[in-house]
Each structure stands twice: as structure tokens, then as C-alpha cells.
């Protein structure tokens, strides 16, 4: 009897379409405060390869901050990261995925806690470390990059300008790799433009950086690391 009175009445099926309506709501609400969250502050991505190791393992979770300093220049200290800062490379900006696409894999995203994407297949963001800035000189050498920041004299390794220590894995190299390659582990005197910067994998086997990119632009830098919380017993700033 209930069943009928809620199928014929007219009351009951407008009680069922707002708590419909308000459901809608209150996930649409939810979702835009996602996306601004993970636009504008922080937001929180799983290892999925091991690029990055020994520091970084895969399946490990990093919370990543997305906040900029409103009116950046080209000033060192303006930057939102360093030279040696994790940071999170956003590929989609250089393809020109349009709009709805990105709202798409935005939505998809937050359904799954950014674990899946439509644009994952293509792998189209990554986890890498900033070695070089606008204007620096850089080079490699046994698969150690040495940096002349710009304006400064000194010539220093990639560790020693870094705020934070860390270590890379460097692969077995044979005798067929030559300077030719980045798989080499030499690379000559490269001088960054004024809207450049040199991210790198820290197991440098693996060449998916800017080693095979070239440069990039500061503005395909999404995000800086900021801790890795997961696993639990290796929680470390970042």
C-alpha cells in the first residue's frame, strides 16, 4: 500500500526529485571545492613508477601544494620551488588538452582519489626534480649534474644546491652508450632561457625528463611536494 501511495502520489515523487536535486547539490558543491582545493593549495598523488626512486618508492603518497605567489617573475626567489624541489609536471598544458577534457578527467579524478584519469593512459603528468632554473648553465657528468646559477660564479653540483639531500640511482652504463644519448650520462654545457627549466628523474635510467623533453616552462610546473605521508613508517618533508 506505502509503495503504491509513494508511485501515485504527486507529493512523494516531488519529495523523491528534491532529495534527488539536493544530492546533485550537495556532490556538485563538494566537487568545485575539490577542484579549488587541488588548484590552488594541495592536493594528493600516488607514486606510480619508480622514477624517483631510491627517494621515492612506487605507491607511495605525496601531498603536493599548488600555491603560487601572485605576480611571479623571473626572480629566483619569486619562485614558488628550488633547485632540487620535487614537483609535479603537468603535460596536458603542452598538448592542449581543451577544456571539457579537463573537466572530465577532473571528474574522474575525484571519484577515484586520483588514482585513475582519462589522460592517464598517455602519461601526462609526472614526478620530478627541478635541477635547473631561467638562465642557469647545467651539465652532466657520470650522471651528476653540475649547475652555474644564473648571476653566480660558481660552478656547484646538483646536491649542493639543493635544500634538501638526496640520492639517485645510476645505472649500469655499457660500451655502445656514447655522448650522443642521454642514457650516456654526459651532457654538454646547456644554457637555460628565461622561461626554462630542467626537471630530472632521479633514477637516471630512465631518460622521461628533460634529458629527452628539453626544457620546459616553469608553467607546466603544477605542483611542489611537500610530504610524503604513506607509507606510514617513511613520513618525510619533502
Aim: charged share 20%; aromatic share 14%.
Amino acid at each position: 500500500m506505502f509503495d503504491k501511495w509513494t508511485h501515485y502520489s504527486y507529493t512523494a515523487q516531488k519529495y523523491q526529485r528534491h532529495k534527488a536535486l539536493k544530492f546533485l547539490l550537495v556532490f556538485f558543491i563538494l566537487f568545485i571545492i575539490y577542484n579549488c582545493i587541488s588548484a590552488f593549495f594541495i592536493s594528493v598523488w600516488v607514486v606510480d613508477n619508480d622514477t624517483m626512486q631510491p627517494g621515492l618508492n612506487k605507491g607511495d603518497r605525496i601531498i603536493f601544494t599548488s600555491f603560487k605567489p601572485l605576480g611571479r617573475n623571473n626572480d629566483e626567489n619569486q619562485f614558488p620551488y628550488k633547485r632540487g624541489s620535487i614537483v609535479l609536471v603537468d603535460m596536458r598544458h603542452r598538448k592542449d588538452a581543451n577544456l571539457p577534457l579537463r573537466f572530465i578527467d577532473g571528474f574522474v579524478r575525484f571519484f577515484t582519489a586520483q588514482k585513475a584519469g582519462i589522460f592517464s593512459g598517455e602519461g601526462q603528468h609526472y614526478i620530478k626534480r627541478v635541477i635547473g632554473l631561467p638562465g642557469d648553465e647545467i651539465s652532466m657528468s657520470s650522471y651528476g649534474f653540475r649547475v652555474q646559477a644564473a648571476g653566480s660564479s660558481y660552478i656547484l653540483t646538483e646536491f649542493e644546491l639543493s635544500q634538501r639531500p638526496y640520492h639517485t640511482s645510476i645505472p649500469q652504463i655499457t660500451d655502445i652508450w656514447d655522448n650522443s644519448i642521454p642514457f650516456s650520462g654526459s651532457i654538454d654545457t646547456i644554457v637555460l632561457g628565461n622561461d626554462d627549466c630542467y626537471v630530472v628523474s632521479d633514477d637516471r635510467s630512465n631518460t622521461n625528463d628533460s634529458r629527452t623533453w628539453g626544457a620546459i616552462s616553469p608553467s607546466l610546473i603544477s605542483a611542489r611536494a611537500l610530504l610524503r605521508f604513506w607509507p606510514l613508517n617513511k613520513i618525510t618533508l619533502l
